[in-house]
């Protein structure tokens, strides 16, 4: 079972022949909008991975329509508030090649209580997984919380915060994070990766993969990504990550867990949009990798 602390916002997506400069205003050839934020795309994604997840965020008056949303994805919502501030939003562009940028309001996502998240993991049970990332509040006291109850705390450290990051040193089992956030952390800790006090890590790559740094092998492994054309990279990083702690969850292999969050991620930068197209196992079956 996963309890996920985690982000919900209405994704505005603005379709532009390349990323806009500075002053610089640009007409979109396309707009959609859609359900987002990382931790929504994480809840969803452990769901079609197969998971029970739990979602523990907040939307404002105006964002029943999400929690709706979560709930036909398969994400149970008992422990999503509702506060006075409004829903995040992320206003997300994507160029012809499939990158992107995003401008955040975080809003509701940040009006979480210590109160409302210690009330979700008092229902959580020893061996549950407590999966978190940076785009709300109240991350040390849920990492706090899930270590007194033995929970497994997977940290997704993005947005990254290299002070978010070294708060939960020594109470993380597995982190993700991407290449550039990687050499962030090491040079705010003046040291490499593996000298640091977290259990795993997997450093995703982009088209060239991922690296599994283990806790238990003093060299890391590295798995090649499966090849795709890229529609829009947004959100695959976080269908990588709610696969991977799915498939953990589950008592997966690291090494098969990985190998399945790499074809959900593959699949995902295929299709345009967030939590709404996030492929299901069935996807990943169907699909001919080789
Ligand atoms: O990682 C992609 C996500 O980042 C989007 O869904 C957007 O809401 C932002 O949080
Ligand atoms: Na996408």
């Known amino acids: 079972m996963i309890w996920n602390l985690g982000s919900i916002n ?4 603005y379709r532009v022949p390349h990323l806009p400069g500075p002053g610089e205003t640009l007409a979109a050839t396309d707009f959609q909008q859609g ?17 029970r997840v739990t979602h523990i965020g907040a939307v404002g008056p105006d964002g029943d329509w999400a929690r709706q949303r979560l709930l036909e994805y398969g994400v149970d919502t008992p422990h999503i508030a509702t506060t006075e501030t409004a829903t995040g939003h992320a206003n997300i562009t994507v160029d012809i090649s499939g990158e992107n940028n995003i401008v955040l309001f975080g809003g509701a996502n940040q009006a979480l209580t210590n109160q409302m998240i210690g009330a ?11 999966l978190l990332q940076n785009e ?6 849920a990492v706090q919380t899930a270590r007194t109850l033995g929970l497994k705390v997977v940290y997704a450290a993005a947005p990254f915060q290299a002070e ?20 962030q952390l090491e040079s705010a800790a003046g040291r490499g990766l593996r000298q640091l006090d977290i259990a795993d890590i997997v450093v995703t790559l982009g088209g060239d993969g991922c690296r599994w740094h283990s806790s238990s092998h003093a060299q890391a492994e590295t798995f090649g990504a499966y090849p795709v054309k890229s529609i829009d990279t947004t959100g695959a990083g976080d269908t990588f990550t709610g696969y991977l702690a799915a498939g953990l969850d589950r008592g997966l292999p690291m090494k098969d867990a990985i190998d399945l969050a790499m074809k959900a991620a593959a699949l995902m930068v295929t299709r345009q949009g967030t939590a709404d197209v996030i492929p299901d196992l ?3 079956q169907d699909h001919d990798f080789s």
Do not use: H, Y
């Open 35 to 51: 359900l987002g934020g990382k931790g929504a795309n994480m809840s969803v994604a452990a769901a079609r991975a197969g998971a």
């Open 136 to 141: 709300t509040n109240g991350q040390p006291f």
């Open 282 to 284: 069935k996807d990943i």
């Open 120 to 130: 979700a993991l008092a229902e959580a049970s020893p061996g549950d997984t407590l």
């Open 164 to 183: 978010a990051v070294q708060a939960l040193m020594g109470q993380i089992d597995l982190l993700v994070l991407n290449a550039v956030e990687a050499e």
């Open 10 to 13: 209405a994704d505005n997506f």
